[in-house]
């Protein structure tokens, strides 16, 4: 397969995925260039943030709060079990 029918073959599984791009970077330029930095960013550390990601206690809050709202069996919006 050559390069171009590999781009066809791509605009055939996903149209909607082009349309996308310029959208996103358009946000993108936005919020780099003209969108004041929130607290959120203005206040935050690279390490701080890594620290918060790595966090074992935050992740095992985390897998609580999914247990509790999609408890083990559900299949979704039916609530009934396979």
Same mark, same amino acid.
């Given at each position: +397969?050559?390069?171009?029918? @590999?781009?066809?073959? +791509?605009? #055939? #599984?996903?149209?909607?995925?082009?349309?996308?791009? $310029?959208?996103? *970077?358009?946000? /993108?330029?936005? #919020?780099?260039?003209? *969108? $004041?930095?929130? &607290? /959120?960013? %203005?206040?935050?550390? @690279?390490?701080?943030?890594? =620290?918060? %990601?790595? &966090? $074992?206690?935050?992740?095992?809050?985390? %897998?609580? %709060? /999914?247990?509790?709202?999609?408890?083990? !069996?559900?299949?979704? =919006?039916?609530? !009934?079990? *396979?």
């Amino acid at each position: +397969m050559n390069e171009s029918e @590999a781009n066809q073959n +791509m605009g #055939k #599984k996903c149209p909607q995925c082009g349309a996308s791009l $310029p959208a996103g *970077a358009l946000v /993108l330029a936005f #919020k780099t260039a003209v *969108a $004041p930095p929130t &607290d /959120l960013v %203005a206040f935050s550390t @690279a390490s701080g943030v890594l =620290s918060r %990601a790595l &966090d $074992p206690w935050r992740w095992g809050q985390l %897998a609580e %709060a /999914l247990v509790e709202v999609a408890p083990a !069996g559900s299949t979704g =919006s039916t609530g !009934g079990t *396979a």
